[in-house]
């Protein structure tokens, strides 16, 4: 069994930080892909930045400059730094490992979610 655990979502005002961190757990041999997705209600839900276990990076194109991701290999996490954030940034924030489990089967595990709202 894997577990992502979300934390750092959060009330914030427009033009603000936060830092979203997201721990895998579990029977993990390895972690290739990890990375962020967002969905709004109504919407269809969107990959916001992705990063190898090499450390390349993907962004989608509204969100570049301003959200970067980064993976701490050793302690199984990714992190979404978002600056300057938008009203429009507001929504369910996801991440998503994909890991070769310790029994050997490659699996793609999901967080539960982390709500970031962006309002005055």
């Known amino acids: 069994q894997v577990q992502l655990v979300e934390s750092g979502g959060g009330l914030v005002q427009p033009g603000g930080s936060l830092r979203l961190s997201c721990a895998a757990s579990?029977?993990?041999?390895?972690?290739?892909?990890m990375g962020w997705y967002r969905q709004a209600p109504g919407k269809q839900r969107e990959q916001v930045a992705d990063?190898?276990?090499?450390?390349?990076?993907n962004y989608l194109d509204s969100v570049k400059g301003r959200f970067t991701i980064s993976r701490d290999n050793a302690k199984n996490t990714v992190y979404l730094q978002i600056n300057s954030l938008k009203p429009e940034d507001t929504t369910v924030y996801f991440c998503?490992?994909?890991?070769?489990?310790?029994?050997?089967?490659?699996?793609?595990?999901w967080g539960q979610g982390t709500q970031v709202t962006v309002s005055q």
């Open positions: 579990g029977s993990i041999r390895s972690i290739y892909a």
């Open positions: 990063i190898t276990s090499g450390g390349t990076t």
């Open positions: 998503y490992a994909d890991v070769m489990t310790g029994w050997g089967t490659r699996e793609k595990y």
